[in-house]
């Protein structure tokens, strides 16, 4: 979780990503919705224009 007061410029970095659910400014992902491009990947998460972004680093 990441921004959960409200911070829509709040990220989550992750080496690995492994979540069941990421959540920024209280949008959320579970990870059935992750693409396998991410799973088990580092990956940068935001929110860019009112959704949540998922970016293989």
């Known amino acids: 979780l990441a ?3 409200g911070d829509t410029n709040a990220r989550i970095f992750c080496h690995s990503l492994e979540a ?6 209280g949008l959320y992902r579970v990870s059935e919705d992750f693409g396998n ?3 088990k990947k ?6 860019r224009d009112g959704y949540l972004h998922m ?3």
Not at 42 to 47: C, D, R, S
């Open 20 to 25: 069941e659910v990421v959540s920024v400014a």
């Open 42 to 47: 580092p990956v940068q998460i935001f929110l």
């Open 37 to 39: 491009d991410v799973l």
């Open 3 to 5: 921004g959960v007061s």
């Open 55 to 57: 970016e293989p680093q």
